[in-house]
């Protein structure tokens, strides 16, 4: 089992920043990926970035060039950096984290509520 803590939402204007973090605990040591979904009302979830454990990372082409996902690995942390954001950025942020110890398992956290206003 993995255990997924988020923190780091609000409400920000557009333009301004916001970070995310994700604590993971349990049985880390099989994780080879963590990342960020985003789920806007109305609308299903779609990833925004992940960070794979070779070190590479996908980004939604709505975050390329705006968001970066990063990982503190002695912290078992995974965040997003969010910058210049936008009104369409709003939406509940789940965090998640893919894990290959005895098959394969996605782990999900509670979700944090990021709203920007215009």
């Known amino acids: 089992q993995v255990q997924l803590v988020e923190s780091g939402g609000g409400l920000v204007q557009a333009g301004g920043s916001l970070r995310l973090s994700c604590a993971a605990s349990?049985?880390?040591?099989?994780?080879?990926?963590m990342g960020w979904y985003r789920q806007a009302p109305g609308k299903e979830r779609e990833l925004v970035a992940a960070?794979?454990?070779?070190?590479?990372?996908n980004y939604a082409d709505s975050a390329k060039g705006r968001f970066t996902v990063s990982r503190d690995n002695a912290k078992n942390t995974v965040y997003l950096q969010m910058n210049g954001l936008k009104p369409e950025d709003t939406g509940v942020y789940y965090c998640?984290?893919?894990?290959?110890?005895?098959?394969?398992?996605?782990?999900w956290g509670q979700g944090t509520q990021v709203i920007v206003s215009s």
């Open positions: 998640y984290a893919h894990s290959v110890y005895r098959g394969s398992t996605y782990y």
């Open positions: 349990g049985t880390i040591s099989r994780l080879i990926a």
């Open positions: 960070l794979f454990s070779a070190g590479t990372t």
